[in-house]
């Protein structure tokens, strides 16, 4: 991310640093997802399925983050919808996080509610967003986000979608009745994971669950929906 182009508190010092840290590990990170690979390619591919939390602590040090680019996106879409109250599936280190937290910032103030199941990323995540200032808009739920989001209240402006890909649709359904009109629910890696977000593609763009939605050819494909209600 080129600090003197990004649009409002992110090109805040703290934020661009911490940002810009955590871009370059997250690039540096490959190594280890590569030997990471043979142990979960058989889930992600449907072969041979893995309980989440055992999923997620096996990657409990790799990032799996939104690159630069769509972290720009996804400031820019909560900026657009004045969004106040967003719903994160799936924090990790805090990436999507922190550019979710800027645009709440910047639109007068809000909640980014976050959910990760693994300790370890959660307390790594608060950390960075301490360090770059925007704890206080923000909230990460540590446990399954099927338990921890029943309580979350509504109205929800914005939901980004980046856990394990079986989730989706549930934890869509799980929000949907909390959501706004013309709320937007961003999905990321539909173009990787076909056949397991297969479903979810399909509930979305239907027509009959209430969103008007396109798959976007963004890196690896965001779905873009729309609450009509």
Request: charged residues 25%; neutral net charge; hydrophobic residues 45%.
């Amino acid at each position: 991310m080129t600090p003197s182009r990004a649009p409002g508190s992110l090109r805040e010092p703290d934020v661009a640093r911490v940002l810009e840290r955590m871009h370059r590990g997250a690039n540096a990170d490959m190594l280890r997802i590569l030997l990471r690979a043979p142990s979960v390619i058989p889930h992600f591919l449907g072969f041979r399925k893995m309980a989440d939390d055992v999923l997620s602590h096996k990657m409990r040090d790799t990032y799996l983050p939104v690159s630069a680019s769509q972290g720009e996106m996804l400031y820019l879409v909560a900026r657009s919808i004045d969004a106040r109250r967003v719903v994160e599936f799936g924090t990790s280190f805090g990436i999507s996080t922190m550019y979710l937290a800027a645009a709440v910032k910047d639109n007068g103030g809000g909640l980014v509610i976050g959910t990760e199941l693994e300790p370890s990323k959660r307390d790594k995540a608060n950390a960075n967003l301490a360090e770059a200032g925007l704890s206080q808009f923000t909230n990460i739920l540590l446990g399954d986000a099927l338990k921890t989001l029943v309580d979350v209240e509504g109205p929800v402006d914005m939901v980004l979608l980046d856990g394990w890909k079986e989730g989706y649709l549930e934890v869509l359904e799980l929000l949907a009745p909390k959501l706004r009109p013309r709320a937007v629910v961003l999905a990321d890696n539909i173009l990787r994971f076909k056949r397991a977000l297969r479903p979810y593609v399909e509930h979305v763009q239907s027509g009959s669950h209430g969103f008007v939605s396109s798959t976007l050819e963004i890196a690896d494909g965001f779905e873009l929906s729309v609450f009509t209600g």
